[in-house]
């Protein structure tokens, strides 16, 4: 009994291991390791996964075999770093430098062709379709070092996004060309050859970009509260997209970029959404890669002669010098910095999957033979760990130069920002949560204060238990998107004034709410809850009003008054304008008079906030009605305000926000007044009424005319009974 049962472990230990469950515990093992231990001494992570991959790979001492399992783990996360460098591309800064990806695409295509093929035919002596197939395998790069320049938030510094824009051109046109070498090799490049790859690959960008996005839209609007099903639906989206470029004779990797360029508006950066899909990637499938990447390392191949030496260090001399050229022309063409240069070469050097897709149909339809099989194997050890490093270095050092492609803020704009929620209605709080976090400076330490205020009366203390378990389901909320939230309950006589004073508790830079509801005869007496607000704080108020889904815009329209530019608070505002267009990659357009464009214009370009940004010159400010024509029902509505005696303050932003409900029923809207200089320090310790005396003239007048209607209705209803009688 002891002997069977010390057998069966024993067996279960047998290599290469064959138990399911041992061999995923035992790659978890690695991935939780390698990265550790090798960060200790300087190494990057990413090659101690693939070094992992070596030691236990079937080259190494065997302990896992290249078994279906792995295979699908490895294309999975293959796909994985495909789709999240097409989700991550920053589509207004792509589309400013596109034809900066297309000259890159066209350096790093043709300069390690042009090197490669004259070493193959005249140095290597190959003949010609395996020259050109070799060479052609120079041009391709896997983005292995993406996870890197992600890590040191450099994804959207312009030398990134041409290198992801090279990329997609590159393998592209590589792959196209393995499949004409394949054709040839096959007798089948003929005209139906051409007319099917035309064809085949005009439908599949015609499916991606006119169909997906289609279905995209309408999923996140009709299953906005099915959090996981997002998930779902995205991995469904990539792995279609995969299976079908592979349909249309292009290779799987092309689909899973498309699907993430398809998807990219439709997932905010900073969301929930992307946070989980970046998690998943970055902690299970992008891992079982790179460690599948080392198990197709054969080290026996150093040993095999010195031919097989010779083709390896040619192959790997000409793959990284190649792509060095190309990344010193990119840099001079465009005049880059150093670090830039050395960013886009440690992206472009590594040689992975298409690089081995190529050699692997090169080698199954006898184009190319075993040596150069396993030179190319030690060319994708070589160029991966010299792409890590080289990366590694490069993104240092553009961090430490300030290079980063991120939004450079002036004095005013203060980088510990911290933003206040106070939350009266559990409806509308993940909109304003997800707001809150797309506009939060990433560099804050401060969390953001979720806040609710209970009135003190006799059931002040059964609420503020209600309210402590309400403000729990909102942090449950908020740990999805990985945005760290202080829970904040308070007692206070006014709502106001509750909020008021933990705006100052808590230093608060602005304050979110929800849209004003409708108000009675006596809050107007004694004064709305967000006109007090406005009066006992001088901090920038954002009031909000989302009905639908962000998913369901098209377009930011800013609504800018004159003189705007001139209040305290302008930079902060416009800052957060533009990031929130960023976030979710909608154009801006623009109404304000010639004065304000110029200031607005300005302030985008010397920050560098990539948002795509017309304008409409608007100068009759008496008549806001008349802006509806330039207003659609699709607009993310945004309408700079002012506090009464403000100087960019005009007499039609009286009862504003009941204006705009009005007339933008369908719109989502957002409000925003801008911080001010600070008031007398006697206004912090009125907590009735927050009366000033512009402010309660006013609410007096307004009083008035409420009045003045009922009397008026009044005196009709009785003049109606005096003629009937």
Known sequence: MNKSFFEHIAHAFDTPLTNAVLIFSLILFIILLAPMLLRKIKIPGIIGLILSGVLIGPHGLNILAQSDAVKLFSTIGLLYIMFIAGLELDMNEFRKTRHKSIVFGIYTFLVPIMIGYPVCYYLLGFDVWASILVSSMFATHTLVAYPVVNSYGISKNQAVAITIGGTILTDTAVLIILAVIVGSSQGHLDQQFWMRLALSFAIFLGIMFGIVPRIAKWFFQKVESEKTSHYIFVLLIVFFAAFMAEIAGLEPIIGAFVAGLALNKFIPHSSALMNRIEFIGNAIFIPFFLISVGMIVDINVLFKGPEALIVAGTLTLVAVCGKWIAAWF???????????????????????????????????????????????????????????????????????????????????VIRDEHLLVPIANLNNMEMLLDFATMIKNKKSPHPVTILSVVPNNELAEANLKKARKNLDSTAKYASGSEIEVNMMATIDYNIAGGISRASREVLADSILLGWPSQTGIIEKMVGEKTESILNRTDINIFMCHFGKPFISDNRITLICPPMAEDEKGFSYWLNKVGQLAVELTLPIQGIANHRSMEAIKNYLKKNKINCTIKFVEWNDWDELANLTAYVKDNDLLIFISARVGEVSYHRAFNGIPKKLARQYTRNNRILIYPSRRPTSVFDNYDEVSAMSANGGYTRLQRVGKSLGSVLTMKNKKFSNVKREK
Do not use: P, W
């Open 330 to 412: 990119t840099q001079h063409t465009f005049k880059y910095s150093t670090a830039q240069r050395q960013v886009i070469f440690g992206l472009s050097s590594a040689h992975a999957a298409a690089t081995l897709a190529i050699v692997m149909v090169g080698y199954e339809n006898e184009i190319i033979d075993e040596a150069v099989l396993n030179g190319t194997i030690l060319l994708i050890l070589v160029t991966c760990i010299i792409a890590s490093i080289a990366t590694e270095n490069a993104s240092k050092k553009v961090v430490l130069s300030g290079e980063q492609d991120v939004i450079v803020e002036e004095k005013d």
